[in-house]
């Protein structure tokens, strides 16, 4: 995962616990994650996409 260990992982939750607070993190793992999730979803339509155009070529 983004070629990080458990330890660095640790450290930049507590970074973010001491930034955001506890009661701010969970709202933000949400957002994060939808963010990533559309961010799959875009590339992976894109691809579909493209896979679809080469094979009208």
């Known amino acids: 995962m983004f070629g990080l260990g458990?330890?660095?992982l640790v450290i930049i939750l507590v970074i973010a616990l001491i930034i955001f607070g506890p009661?701010?993190?969970p709202e933000l793992g949400k957002s994060l994650g939808q963010a990533i999730r559309g961010f799959k979803e875009?590339?992976?339509k894109a691809t579909e996409e493209a896979k679809k155009e080469l094979k009208e070529i």
Do not use: D, I, V
């Open 23 to 25: 009661k701010k993190l």
């Open 6 to 8: 458990w330890q660095e």
């Open 42 to 44: 875009g590339t992976t």
